[in-house]
């Protein structure tokens, strides 16, 4: 079946590939421009030409993790067509505003673009239905109880007449959008819920795929640019003169007062004449910031008096201090970049009257609104154009510094496209890194090596602090609790212990925060998912059999950790010298759990073999999509785990390139088998959560190989010799 | 004027002799298929053939080139794409955001056109291409797919 479609698919998109696609290169904002009242728009969901094309808008973004292919699956699903007909367009910001925000909310983080939209998508489908099958039912003159649909062809049953969605498209577009709609059972769907292959590949294997980074408009100029290494310094001075002559070279433009742009005729040119501008830092008061000495300010946090209390029951301290074994380990967790494989790029084009925008975005209305600001123009005046994302992983979502850099050069240069793609080094030294954390964690266990009492003392960054400090309300992230809250549908802890005590103290360090995929949910598996297996071997318990004694109250967490440990074959002999690590945790509305078994050679060198993951997000609306999303969200995790750190030194990062911030490759990665496990009845996200099980699952089972208790990331500045 | 041979076609344009292939490729000659991901040949997002074997181009300068020498990118491993690894690719949807499958698939050509029948050691070493999306698995199952079709 699978192989049928794409064939037609193939034979599809070959005929008029241009239609479908949302986004035309050649005529900037043209085909975007379609995606607006256009007849024959059935809705705002929908639009059926006369072929019989069907053309579904989405406005989440599509940065590889599918979700453009599913919210169209959704859609196609309820609107009975014919997938292999379906294309889809992406509405602009800009036509959203006009249009009241029809199509919902942008934000493509925190995976949310299915579990989010899925309803009124979903809804988008179903409504369009209904009109095409009025408006049959209006032309033959028929009730429309007597009408099926079925792959985008209306019968009339006692009859057997037929008509296609795109013949009757025209007058459905001209009916009321009706408000009830039934939505199907998941049960019943055919095209949702299939391993159907992606809606976008084809351009990706030929090099036609359009990134940010590949837009070229007429007239257009290029730009570098450095801002100031130091977070927080700015630029004193710049010898533009000393660069004027060299070739390409157009104009030298300060951007705010931290940072420098070489705009030329090629890229290359004003890069190379950007690195030989003569430029005076003023490093401002963060000069001499250095990782060392932030980790000394952690640490002495995780004993500060005062903290914000995340989840509490019970009375954890003095359960503690009576209980007759204490066991108690501290952990840390370094700043990483997002480290896109397309760096960050914008290309902008303003004029008094106007500004408009061709990025890369996670968030297309959150980039209009840095657009406007930094145009000072209204929204009205602009519009943003979202293009293929090489990469987002939260680093393109919620501040767009990028964006307000290229209109602040383009106003230097009014009329002319100036596109502005930030060096790999500028990318690694001017991130919104993953936070930096440290836990401390106290257990308290009664004779028979039952947990009573445990303490997570959590102490340093805050995300919202850097990037929505108006959501930060007396000293309180929440969000830094995530996978640790008492209950709730988002990110609850998945044990019950009679006495609980999970607090914060917020230390934030001079280094930019950002949402990183998978965000606090990361470090916060590490610290309590080993620190649990800590308990476990201190205690002589098996550490699946530790866990489970204290999740009676979680039957959804239990449920998705035995999934994994039966798929691992958890209690079975691992094969020889292989050992094995569990994890679990649940975030972003999903239950993750997940098997390491890894080797360590005697001269500690750390093979992992094989990852199995379990995951119940509650419906999946492609398993092979699911399974993709997973397999990635171990490379992810794992090149975390082996590597991921940026630490500074005088104020700024000392990592610039893939040379000193290594990731993983394809070498080193396990095998990874994905056991989707729905149990229906919510809605969960799929991009992130199983990255946080990647590392504790991991270094659980380097443990068990070798004694060895890894409690400081990354593992390339660990030994991992047999204890 | 520089002189290079291109996708089947010599091609002239203006550029510095220090100016590296990748950006000849992106800059002169409009072939953006080829990617800029950390420019000191790390990455492999810039992978292109010279003469068959797989170069990081953001690191070779066209001085270093001639005219005699024959450069494939992405845009010219195949007219329609149809090269064996482009299909193995879309059978079993190997790319997630794509970014640097240009280089992969670039570099999987080249591989399988040295080895038919790579071993997964041979894949080990000849694909370091760095993908951030996770997409190592199913690169490894494109190759392998790609040689059985081929033999």
Avoid at chain 1, 14 to 31: D, I, Q, S, T
Avoid at chain 1, 95 to 102: H, K
Avoid at chain 2, 124 to 145: F, L, P, W
Wanted: one cysteine or more; a positive charge.
């Amino acid at each position: 079946m699978l192989q049928e479609l794409e064939l037609s698919r193939r034979g599809f998109l070959g005929a008029g590939a241009g239609l479908v696609v949302g986004f035309h290169v050649a005529a900037p904002g043209e085909a975007q421009a379609q995606a607006a009242a256009q007849p024959p728009e059935i809705n705002a969901w929908v639009r059926v030409l006369p072929d019989d094309r069907v053309l579904i808008r989405i406005v989440r973004s599509e940065m590889g993790q599918g979700t453009l292919t599913g919210l169209a699956q959704l859609v196609a699903e309820e609107l009975d067509c014919d997938w292999s007909k379906v294309g889809t367009e992406q509405p602009t910001p800009g036509q959203s505003l006009a249009r009241n925000r029809v199509w919902g909310n942008f934000s493509t983080g925190g995976s949310r673009g299915i579990r989010e939209s899925q309803d009124y998508v979903r809804k988008g489908g179903a409504t369009a239905r209904l009109m095409l099958v009025q408006a049959a039912a209006n032309e033959w003159k028929v009730p429309v109880a007597e009408c099926r649909t079925a792959r985008g062809v209306i019968t009339h049953q006692p009859t057997g007449r037929r008509i296609s969605y795109g013949q009757v498209a025209d007058a459905a577009g001209k009916l009321p959008v009706p408000t009830e709609v039934a939505l199907k059972d998941p049960k019943d769907w055919t095209i949702a819920g299939q391993p159907l292959l992606r809606l976008d590949t084809k351009d990706k294997l030929t090099g036609a795929q359009v990134y940010g980074m590949d837009l070229k408009l007429p007239g257009m100029l290029n730009a570098a640019i450095k801002d100031c290494p130091v977070f927080g310094g700015k630029v004193r001075s710049f010898d533009a003169a000393a660069i004027a002559r060299r070739p390409g070279v157009k104009k030298v433009v300060p951007v705010g007062d931290s940072a420098v742009a070489v705009v030329a005729d090629t890229w290359w040119h004003a890069k190379t004449a950007l690195d030989a501008l003569p430029i005076v830092w003023d490093e401002g008061p963060h000069a001499n910031a250095s990782s060392a000495a932030f980790a000394a300010v952690l640490k002495a946090a995780l004993d500060a008096p005062e903290a914000v209390v995340g989840t509490s029951n019970g009375d954890a301290r003095a359960a503690l201090a009576a209980a007759p074994r204490k066991l108690e380990a501290v952990y840390a967790y370094p700043h990483q970049n997002h480290a896109t494989m397309e760096t960050m790029n914008a290309t902008a084009r303003w004029t008094p009257q106007r500004c408009e925008v061709w990025t890369p975005t996670q968030n297309g209305e959150a980039a209009l609104a840095a657009t406007a600001e930094a145009a000072g123009l209204p929204a009205a005046q602009c519009e943003v154009y979202k293009i293929n994302l090489g990469g987002g992983f939260g680093r393109r979502g919620a501040v767009h510094d990028w964006v307000r850099q290229a209109v602040a050069i383009a106003r230097e240069l009014p009329g002319t496209p100036v596109k502005l793609i930030w060096s790999r080094e500028e990318d690694m030294l001017h991130g919104r890194y993953h936070p930096v954390t440290m836990c401390k964690l106290q257990a308290g266990l009664d004779a028979q090596g039952n947990l009573q009492a445990l303490h997570m003392r959590i102490a340093g960054q805050s995300i919202l602090a850097g990037v929505f400090p108006q959501n930060v309300r007396d000293g309180r992230d929440p969000v830094v609790f995530q996978g640790l809250n008492a209950s709730g549908p988002e990110a609850s802890i998945g044990y019950s212990v009679p006495h609980l005590l999970i607090d914060h103290a917020m230390r934030n360090p001079s280094v930019p925060p950002g949402f990183w995929r998978g965000v606090n949910l990361n470090q916060n598996a590490v610290y309590l998912e080993c620190f649990l297996d800590e308990l476990a071997h201190a205690t002589k318990q098996d550490p699946l059999a530790f866990r489970l004694k204290l999740m009676g109250s979680h039957p959804k967490h239990r449920a998705v950790l035995e999934a994994a440990a039966k798929g691992a074959g958890w209690g079975t002999p691992a094969p020889a010298g292989v050992f094995r690590g569990i994890a679990q945790t649940m975030g972003f509305g999903s239950y993750v759990a997940a098997v390491a078994e890894v080797s360590v050679s005697s001269a500690g060198e750390l093979k992992i073999h094989r990852i199995v993951a379990a995951t119940d997000p509650g419906h999946v609306v492609n398993p092979q999509q699911v399974a993709m999303q997973v397999e990635g969200s171990f490379v992810y995790g794992l090149s975390a785990a082996l590597y991921g750190e940026c630490t500074l030194k005088n104020g700024r990062i000392e990592q610039s390139n893939f040379d000193s911030y290594p990731v993983m490759r394809l070498a080193q990665m396990p095998k990874v088998e994905t056991i989707a496990v729905p149990s229906g009845g919510f809605w969960g996200g799929v991009g992130e959560p199983t990255i946080a099980v990647a590392a504790p699952a991991v270094l659980n089972a380097i443990f068990a190989a070798t004694g060895v208790r890894i409690r400081e990331l990354p593992l390339k500045n660990q030994s991992l010799k047999k204890a | 004027m520089p002189t290079l041979h291109v996708n089947g076609k010599t091609v002239f344009f203006e550029a510095e002799p220090d100016t590296p292939l990748l950006w000849v490729l992106r800059e002169q000659l409009g072939l953006t298929g080829t990617k800029y991901g950390c420019g000191i040949a790390q990455c492999g997002s810039c992978t292109v053939h010279v003469d068959g074997a797989p170069v990081r181009s953001c690191a070779l300068p066209l001085a270093a080139l001639n005219a005699n020498q024959k450069i494939v990118t992405i845009e010219g491993l195949s007219p329609d794409g149809s090269h064996p690894v482009q299909k193995a690719w879309a059978a079993l949807d190997v790319p997630q955001c794509g970014f640097c499958q240009s280089g992969m698939i670039m570099a999987a050509a080249a591989l399988l056109a040295a080895k038919p029948q790579p071993t997964d050691a041979d894949i080990d070493a000849a694909m370091s291409n760095i993908c951030r999306c996770g997409t190592y698995n199913r690169v490894r199952a494109g190759i392998k797919q790609a040689a059985a079709a081929k033999s």
